[in-house]
């Protein structure tokens, strides 16, 4: 093993960090220096996601620098075979210890961080740090673009090993953002009948194109027998319309995390024994595998590219309706 | 089978009617008439279930004889077997024709009526009427007091259906009622790690003489180290306590129904990918038998048994804090 050191490596950079409510452009922000065991890596480019979204509206608590999607290149690192690459990192940052990593649940551990989310700076800046076991390599097959997707993709996979699909089901995805846009498509290849609901025409649009059926939110009508929906809405309406649509002891994923309580009534739940399964990030290497074999097709997905130097402009397109995703170059 | 009449039967009774938020006592009420295939029951002894006193609050907007908990006595029926018998009987009347009934889930039925809850009058009154095959006949070795407890027993029993209870697991039993206190018996026979939680001393007292740990509810830190937490409180903080307590990956059983929607922060459920089950109705056959083999013993959770001329006083005294079952007797 070899230690890697980049000459003339910079010691501030520009990062956009989370306080007080807002996330701020700052430019001399210190570079992160790795700790035992991780790596230093030039984040390329950055997706933004509905948490970042969230957290700007208080989701977490969380100051720092943002964003947790990314692709990058590893610039400094003790593992030869890591040296120069270009990798995508899991967020989680885990103790290796508590009794959630010792039952395999280490995304669950304890003691863990997770990057731009909790108690870790994040990929919305020119570098970022993370152990050297959360890193996968990447082979030219996969582009920059296909690549900061492999994070929300492995989040989307993690709904079919929670639950393992029927091809008779009735299934319904809600929401046609990011998040949605994947999951519909997840479920599409092992069930021909799903179904995304969203608001917006041209969102739906995207769907379309790939042969997956889709509807308007008001031309559905809650008759409770869809035996899978899966809440990607972000919205504390998503939940709402889920229960109107699922069938007695069917499942509902609820993907959605949102800063805000919600008035709920949940009573549905109880009196058709419905199943709520909450649901978060998945394994990258299946997602690598479903982008590079063109399985997981992004096409249509990104909206925009911004430089990091346009972080609000971008926070701001990602915010609105029309926007699918958004990304962050962070080289100029 | 030969049609039985009971000669000099009643055409008016008494029944306690749910009508524009409050239960009140008619004594003229028509007796029920039997329709084809359905028995008239006289009703020994009825119970006062958490339910009833939601439906006082506006739960399923439920107007007629409330009640759905009971033993009684066959006194018209065209099967003779069922002629003159004790018999308790499941609340659900089902078409067995829709997509529910012929997947085998008919306590989900499209069409069904519900005892003294949903379409169909209840049990708080001299006689009802429901379909023969929902009945079940009685032998000697129940009491009526055991019997009445048959159909909540089987709600509670309804958990160990749809989560397989590992002996190594922690479970907490959340609500010291009525509920609660047959769900950690059930639980307790396949886990001694069972803890009842609960808000009255008196109560918990009657778990701890049957063998159970308790706790009360102040004493209780959410560590999020249960992998199943069962909801039994009928109140919104239930679910709430629950959230904090079940471990990542881990499971929550939902009992309460509560009329009025709650407030609550589902973040949770999703960042541990919590899995929360709805659970409603259990099988009858089970029930009776874990009561027969004295396996669920119910002493010390009658609380008090008033006439049903009594009625209001008896509600008011189900909705005490210190109250635990409370029967109705129907018969002078």
């Known amino acids: 093993m070899s230690a890697k050191s980049v000459s003339g490596e910079a010691k501030r950079m520009k ?33 933004i996601c509905a948490t970042d979204l969230e957290i700007l509206k208080g989701y977490m608590k969380f100051e720092g620098v943002g964003g947790h999607e990314f692709v990058g290149q590893v610039v400094r690192t003790s593992e ?3 040296a120069d690459r270009r990798v995508v990192g899991q967020i989680n940052c885990v103790c290796g210890q508590c009794d959630m990593c010792s039952s395999g649940l280490s995304n669950h551990c304890r003691n863990r961080t997770v990057l731009g989310i909790a108690g870790r700076d994040g990929a919305f800046a020119e570098y970022l740090v993370l152990p050297q076991d959360n890193l996968h390599v990447l082979d030219e097959k996969l582009t920059d673009e296909q690549a900061v997707f492999v994070e929300p993709l492995a989040a989307a996979l993690q709904i079919v090993k929670q639950v393992s699909i029927d091809k008779r089901w009735k299934i319904a995805v809600l929401g046609d953002g990011r ?23 041209h969102k739906l649009l995207v769907a379309d194109k790939k042969g997956i059926r889709v509807s308007l939110v008001d031309e559905v009508v809650g008759r409770n027998d869809y035996d899978l929906v899966v809440d ?10 889920a229960v109107k649509m699922v069938r007695p002891r069917g499942t509902i994923i609820l993907k959605t995390t949102i800063a805000a309580p919600v008035e709920c009534d949940l009573s549905p739940l109880v009196i058709n024994e419905v199943r ?57």
């Open 80 to 82: 030869a075979s890591l």
């Open 15 to 47: 990062a956009a960090v989370f306080r007080e409510g807002k996330l701020k452009l700052v430019r001399d922000y210190p570079v992160p220096v790795p700790a035992k065991g991780e790596a230093l890596i030039k984040v390329l480019q950055a997706g």
């Open 232 to 241: 990607c809405t972000g919205s504390p309406t998503g939940l709402k319309l």
């Open 179 to 201: 998040l949605g846009l994947l999951a519909c498509q997840v479920l599409a290849r092992d069930n021909r009948s799903v179904l995304l609901v969203g608001k917006h025409r």
């Open 276 to 332: 709520l399964i909450g649901s978060r990030c998945g394994t990258f290497s299946d997602a690598i595998e479903a982008l590079s074999s063109g399985e997981i097709d992004i096409s249509g997905l990104i909206s925009r590219t911004f430089p990091l130097e346009r972080i609000d402009e971008a926070l701001k397109f990602a915010a609105e309706p029309d926007s699918i995703k958004v990304l962050l170059r962070m080289q100029a």
